[in-house]
């Protein structure tokens, strides 16, 4: 047996990291923020390593997946064009993808790079400071043709702040992103889904596109990038579509990301491209939930 290849492997299998800000638990989608993850170093030839047949088996699996990776793909779906969170429709083995948290240069690139090798789009929902430390980052996002929202400036819990402190919260986090890319946001994510009906219906005065979520990755959990994977699955299999919640802040979604493209393909899901169409008419209600109803 090889062990440089295999521990080469395991390398990229056994590398955890990130952490929320936020304590949570299984049974909640409200999620943790962090600008930067601990960094671990990587395994050196003579390090010890686990050596139970399942970490094997875990490597060769992304290995295999990941073969075809170069394409030709067939994972693109629709686009679908939204004025209001009620014309978010997805049928069955739909998915939109969507990245909270970020820019974070480093990390939303690779993620960028891995859904051109797909052909595929998501929505990035960016914290303000993040956008305003990292411009050129954000920049490059719009380039590729992303939708773009917008997640407060600070990510704070809108729970715990008066109705006029949330709004401005809201409104310099959306100035914050729209000053880094040079255009409008018009979608918006609550930090932890925290929102209210009130916080809701202004944002529909605004002509604001609510992002809810239908599947959480929870990829800010310390876990490897395969359980991640198979965490997101497994839920899509049970509801079939939907909006799926991961953070560009985290290496282990970078890492995890090309495998989950894959096993979507595999598994003949479509990830629909998300484009704004502004309403004509004056907004009457845009709060209304969408098909997938949103799980809290």
């Not at 170093?41 to 997946?65: F, G, I, S, Y």
């Not at 997640?151 to 702040?161: A, G, I, Q, S, V």
């Not at 402190?165 to 914050?176: C, H, P, Q």
Request: with cysteine; net charge positive.
């Amino acid at each position: 047996m090889n062990y440089r290849v295999l521990l080469a492997g395991l390398a990229v299998s056994l590398v955890l990291g990130g952490c929320a800000s936020k304590p949570t638990n299984d049974a909640s989608l409200k999620t943790g923020y962090a600008a930067e993850e601990s960094r671990h170093k990587p395994l050196k030839a003579n390090d010890p390593v686990d050596m139970e047949p399942k970490k094997w088996l875990v490597a060769d699996l992304e290995t295999r997946e990941l073969q075809g990776m170069n394409g030709p793909h067939d994972l693109a779906g629709r686009t679908l064009e939204v004025a209001s969170l009620k014309d978010i429709r997805l049928v069955d083995k739909e998915v939109i993808l969507t990245f909270d948290d970020g820019p974070a240069p480093g990390k939303t690139d690779r993620i960028l790079a891995a859904l051109d090798k797909f052909g595929v789009k998501a929505a990035f929902m960016m914290v303000g400071e993040m956008a305003q430390a990292h411009p050129a980052t954000a920049r490059e996002v719009l380039a590729h043709g992303d939708a773009i929202g917008s997640h407060t400036f600070r990510h704070p819990d809108l729970d715990k702040m008066t109705f006029d402190a949330a709004m401005n919260e809201i409104a310099r986090g959306k100035d914050a992103v729209t000053k880094a890319i040079g255009t409008d946001v018009p979608f918006f994510r609550f930090p932890y889904l925290a929102d209210s009906r009130r916080l809701r219906n202004a944002m529909a005065a605004r002509d604001m596109i609510v992002m809810d979520v239908d599947i959480d990755s929870k990829d800010y959990f310390t876990s490897t990038p395969a359980a991640v994977v198979e965490r997101t699955m497994k839920q899509l299999r049970q509801r079939g579509r939907g909006i799926v919640l991961m953070h560009d802040i985290h290496l282990r979604t970078v890492r995890m990301l090309p495998v989950l493209l894959s096993r979507l393909e595999k598994e003949g899901y479509k990830v629909v491209t998300l484009k704004y169409k502004r309403n004509p008419t004056p907004a009457t209600n845009l709060v209304a939930q969408a098909q997938t109803s949103m799980v809290r």
